[in-house]
């Protein structure tokens, strides 16, 4: 019985962490994109203000990955550009 409530404590305790690990890797990532989309297309010659990708940045700033994450790897790829790895919510 030791055993078993020892183990629910574990898997208790564990269950945050994974958490955080998983949202820190979405926020490394789209820190990723970001850094790229201001690098090679929002500081490209005759390029216009995109607000939506200016959203998703600021998104990804606060946090907010889920939604910022699908944005910038959609305006990468219509410039053409290969993404670091893909995105898996």
Same mark, same amino acid.
């Given at each position: 019985m /030791?055993?078993l409530?020892?183990l ?8 945050p ?7 820190d890797?979405? /926020?490394?990532y789209c ?17 216009r203000?995109?607000v939506?990708?200016?959203v ?6 606060k ?9 910038l790897?959609?305006?990468?790829r ?6 670091p /790895?893909e995105f898996?919510?």
């Open positions: /030791k055993r409530i020892l629910f404590m574990v898997l208790v305790l564990a269950i962490v994974m958490l955080f690990a998983a949202s890797s979405d /926020k490394t820190e990723e994109l970001s850094a790229l989309y201001r690098r090679y297309i929002e500081d490209a010659r005759g390029r203000f995109d939506e990708a200016n998703a940045m600021e998104d990804c700033k946090g907010n990955t889920a939604a910022a994450i699908p944005v790897e959609r305006k990468l219509q410039s053409g550009f290969s993404l /790895k898996t919510p």
